[in-house]
């Protein structure tokens, strides 16, 4: 099916260990997202990418980085883990310019860091 | 800045009820409207989404709304069941720059 897809689904860290979510997606969207979903603070953008070579940061980007690789793949990395990036974490893509467009999201990833 | 409220935070129905979702927000220069729905430790599913030349969109049971003059969408559930207990977020798209998530009202709807 197509879609967004994000790698692992689960992860347990210790904290200062570092690691990458992996996002890739197959409709051709030119925009890419990651957020981070916890209890009682609703979605919360971390870094996107407007387009293939380019990146932003939105409200939450301290302790992450990110990679947009090629059009299809836009990975997220935890430098040194720390408790309080425990959440929920969501790619989502879209592809502005066209009129109907949404976003897409994937299935998450949750992130315990101990 | 875009701010986007979904009121109530949590509803509670008897099976069987029709019910609406409210989506409200401060800046009507929007693009898109988009209505999620999220099942516990899953991710969000697209619902609907009506582009801002349109007055609403239907799938099923569900019609969501768009009135941009007042700053508000309604997402309308007819004959809820309980497989319609979820949360379900709206998204306020612009032309440019970052989409506006509301927090969601989560659903509850008993057999």
């Known amino acids: 099916n197509a879609g967004v897809t994000q790698t692992p689904k689960f992860q347990v860290l210790k904290t200062g260990q570092s690691m990458t979510l992996q996002c890739a997606q197959d409709m051709n969207h030119n925009s890419m997202y990651w957020y981070r979903q916890d209890p009682g603070m609703g979605l919360r953008l971390i870094y996107y990418s407007a387009s293939e070579g380019t990146t932003d940061k939105g409200e939450v980007p301290n302790g992450y980085n990110v990679s947009r690789l090629n059009k299809r793949e836009f990975s997220l990395r935890l430098e040194s883990a720390a408790p309080s990036q425990t959440s929920v974490y969501f790619c989502?893509?879209?592809?502005?310019?066209?009129?109907?467009?949404?976003?897409?999201f994937g299935s998450g990833t949750r992130l315990t860091v101990v | 800045k875009q701010e986007v409220t979904q009121i109530p935070a949590a509803l509670s129905v008897p099976e069987g009820e029709n019910l609406v979702l409210n989506c409200s927000f401060t800046?009507?220069?929007?693009?898109?409207l988009q209505w999620f729905r999220q099942d516990p430790g899953k991710g969000l599913t697209s619902l609907l989404l009506?582009?801002?030349?349109?007055r609403e969109q239907t799938s099923g049971r569900l019609n969501a709304s768009l009135d941009k003059s007042s700053g508000r969408s309604t997402l309308y559930i007819a004959a809820s069941q309980p497989g319609d207990s979820a949360t379900y977020l709206c998204a306020v798209i612009p032309n440019a720059g970052k989409s506006t998530f509301g927090d969601g009202t989560t659903l509850t709807v008993k057999p």
């Open positions: 009506i582009q801002s030349s349109q």
């Open positions: 800046d009507s220069a929007i693009y898109n």
């Open positions: 989502a893509s879209s592809d502005p310019g066209k009129g109907g467009y949404g976003y897409t």
